[in-house]
C-alpha cells in the first residue's frame, strides 16, 4: 500500500510565495504545475537542546508519517512527498490555497472574540492569541460567531487532540489550525497540517536504543511522555490522562468515534513504517512500538468508559455519552 518514492526536487523553480512558522527552513516551490512547501529539517547544532545529539532533526520525515496517518484515519490532512532538495531531505507540502484564499490561524481568530456573556468573561482569563489554555479554547470554539457557521470545526478540534495523542505531536499551536476563506467569500476548515514535531523527531539511536531496552522507560515515554500544548491551571495538559476524566461529551465522542478505527488501522501504521526506508531498524522498531503501546492506553480508557457506560444503563439513566 505504501511505496515510498524519493523525488527529486533540486529542478523544481522556487515560486513567489511566503510560508511562515519558527522550526526549520522552508521554501515554496512549483512541481508538476503545482505549489508545494518544501520543510527542510531543523538545524540543531546549534540549538543548545538538552540531550540532543543529531545534527538535523527528522522533522521532514516525521511530517510525512503523522500526516499519513491523519490520512489512514480518513482525517482531511494536506498532501506530502519526501524528497531530496540541495542534498537534504525534505518533505514537500500540497499548497491548499488556490489563488485569491486566505488561511486564517486560529491565533488570528483568538484575537477577535468577544464574549457576550459576562459570567464567562470574569471565569475564563481572554489572553492573546498565542493564549493555549484549554478552557479558553473551548469557549471560543463554542461561541465565536465564525465557529458558527462551522460548527464542525470543535469535532476537528478534538479529533487532532486524540491523533496528536497518538502520534505524540506535542506542537499543535494557535498556529498551525485554522480555515480557509476561499476567492469566492465561502468558509471551510483548513485540512490538517504542520505534524513534524511528532515520534520523537530529535531523537538518534542510541537514544531510541536505550528505550527500546527498558521496557519500563518505553511504557512511561508512550504515556507519560506525552505533554500536548494546551493548559489546564497554568500547567501541560497529559491527552491521556484528559481523556480517561474529561466529561466533555466532544471530546468523548470523537474518542469512542477514532479508537476503534485507530485499533482496525493498526497493521496500516505498520506497513506505513516498515516501508519508509529512510529510517533506520531502530526507528522502524521503535514507532511501531510506541503507537502499539499507545494504543493499549487507548483501549483501556475505552473499555473503562464502556464499562461505566453499562453501569449507568443498569440503574435506568442516561448513558454518559452518545456513541453514534
Known sequence: MFELQLINFDDCPQNLRMYGGLAGRKAGIVYNGTNYIVKYPQNLKDAS??????????????????SHIYEIMEIPVHETFLGKRQNKTVVACKDFLNHGDRLYEFR?????????????NDSVSLTSGTGVDLNEILLILNEHPIFNTLPEMKK?????FIIDAFIGNSDRNNGNWGIISRFDGSLEIAPVYDNGNCLNNKWDDEKIQKFLNDKP?????????????YTENEKKINPFQYLAKTKNPDALNSFFTLYPKLAENKNKFDELI???????TNQKEFYK???????????????????SSRK???????PMLNRN
Open 289 to 307: 512500538l510506541l503507537l502499539n503501546l499507545r494504543l493499549k492506553i487507548f483501549e483501556k480508557i475505552y473499555t473503562d468508559y464502556a464499562n
Open 156 to 160: 476537528r478540534f478534538w479529533d487532532m
Open 217 to 229: 522507560m518505553m511504557e512511561t515515554q508512550a504515556y507519560k511522555g506525552v505533554l500536548c500544548i
Open 312 to 318: 449507568y444503563k443498569s440503574k435506568n439513566k442516561l
Open 108 to 120: 488570528e481568530i483568538k484575537t477577535t472574540f468577544e464574549s457576550a456573556n459576562e459570567e464567562q
Open 274 to 280: 516498515e516501508n519508509t526506508f529512510l529510517l533506520s
Open 49 to 66: 537542546m538538552k540531550n540532543v545529539v543529531l545534527s538535523y532533526s527528522n522533522a521532514p520525515v516525521c511530517e510525512y508519517l503523522g
